[in-house]
């Protein structure tokens, strides 16, 4: 099992910038990817980035131009730029093990204000 720790969220003004990290532990060794999902209200759960083991990234296309995944060890981060009203969600991190087990971190809410 793997558990996760987010933290960074909060409330900021259209355009401005936020960084989110997520901690991971436990059973770290069998983490292949790792990334950011984000959940609106009345909206389906989207992926926004993901980080493989060797460093490849995806992103969504409405964030791409303006959000970095970046992966440290245990560790992954998100720095949102130049952000929307629309970015406005609950964000969840995730890990994607070698195995086929997906894991979830508890949430962190950013509210971009027009």
């Known amino acids: 099992q793997v558990q996760l720790v987010e933290s960074g969220g909060g409330l900021v003004q259209a355009g401005g910038s936020l960084r989110l990290s997520c901690a991971a532990s436990?059973?770290?060794?069998?983490?292949?990817?790792m990334g950011w999902y984000r959940q609106a209200p009345g909206k389906q759960r989207e992926l926004v980035a993901s980080i493989t083991s060797v460093g490849s990234t995806n992103y969504a296309d409405s964030v791409k131009g303006r959000f970095i995944i970046s992966r440290d060890n245990t560790k992954v981060h998100l720095q949102m730029n130049s952000l929307k009203a629309e970015d406005t969600a609950v964000y969840y991190c995730?890990?994607?093990?070698?195995?086929?087990?997906?894991?979830w971190g508890q949430g962190t809410q950013v509210t971009v204000s027009s």
């Open positions: 436990g059973s770290i060794f069998s983490i292949n990817s």
């Open positions: 995730n890990t994607q093990s070698r195995y086929g087990g997906w894991s």
